[in-house]
């Protein structure tokens, strides 16, 4: 049997350049697709970039001439219309492209229980775009559109309720939601909890002009600065949708997202120890604090769909899943919603500073030292240097979850397919730098000299 596979969407939906491969008629498609295999009302947002309303126009396009019915949510982080959407509809699309540069766009596909949608229903729904078999319907069967602009303050009571007001009181924190869809939400989240907030790049502008959508630490800097000049207790700063939120320390450093996620597993681990899910690239932090505060994890696939349903399938069992996510700032906590969700997480930062009384460059050095060495391979020859890899190292504990994963002692190297491209990714990670060079130069002595 041949595996069929997505030919359009990639690990987080579709993305394009607009005006090349990402235009209204494609948009418009997969409005009109989306409508043809699911039936209902689905909510519709984007975020801010300037092609954002083109698209939002055309996919309800296809949704209403496909008789189905739309509600308008304007512009919203995405885990905010996931939000919504697990609450009340049947479905929904998000027109973003996440961290992408200013010129691009895309679509979340995003299912009645909020989660985005698998890959085998994005496949349905790729082969109904591609064989353009629409059901179009006639004029008595068109669906109605409604708009319900405020509905993002049920995300941003959903998130608050999480924690009480007054949570932070006190606090002083920067938030730089980069012109993008946080700026209605992460800083009402935290002055609801009590933080007194300062901000930049805090406009909606679909030209990013203080930064560009991936939160990089050169990005940051103005952010770092902000936090050095209040004397904040962390800076967060979120990507174009904002279903990712990263940090700077009190000391005006970039924390590393694996550092992140093993601080905030902490923070719910020690109230509640239970069940961890995270892709196989994660750091092996995840195991050392899993070792401090007794919880367990469970590995899944790359990519925040497999993190998300895996949890939602653990929990489904009677697992104790408490916290999951990926080493890229994308957290997810279950007894909010089944997503990673930027907000929240920002929220849940003040709430461990708060609930640890320590700083945030103290509880850093509670982690042990780790190096993680990334790298591409680029080949035409994936199985074959799969095989290579994992004969040579036949002696050593392997996982499979995806691609093959060396696990030693105290180190673990990943050797894996890229979702979208022609190459294989390389993570390596040790206590030290040499011996993670080390390794990595073992696994390069299999796999030959790379061709780049
Ligand atoms: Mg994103």
Redesign the pocket.
Known sequence: MTMKKKQLFGT?GVRGVTGEMMTPELVLKIGMSLGTIRSGTFAVGCDTRTSGPALVHAVKAGLLATGQNVVELGILP?PALQYIVKNHYDGGIVI?A??NPPEYNGVKVIEADGTEMSDEEIITLEETLFAETFSVVGWDKVGRETSEPDGIQEYIDGVINQFGPGTCAGMTVAVDPGSGPACRTTQEILTSLGCRVFSINSQMDGTFPGRLPEPSPEGLKPLADLVFATGAAFGVAH??????AVFIDDTGAYLEENEEFALMQYHVCKNKPGLVVTPVSTSMRVEDVAAMTNCRVHYTKVGSISVARTMMALAAAGEPVVFGGEGNG?LIFPEHQHC?D?GMTAAAMASLLKSEGKTLSELRTMLPPRHMIKDKIFTDNIPGLLEQVQLAFAEDEQDLTDGIRINRENCWALFRPSGTEPFMRLYVEAAKEEEAQAFCDEIMAVIGPKEN
């Open positions: 987080n995405t973003t996440s961290h990507d174009g949708d904002a279903d990712r994308g990673r930027g």
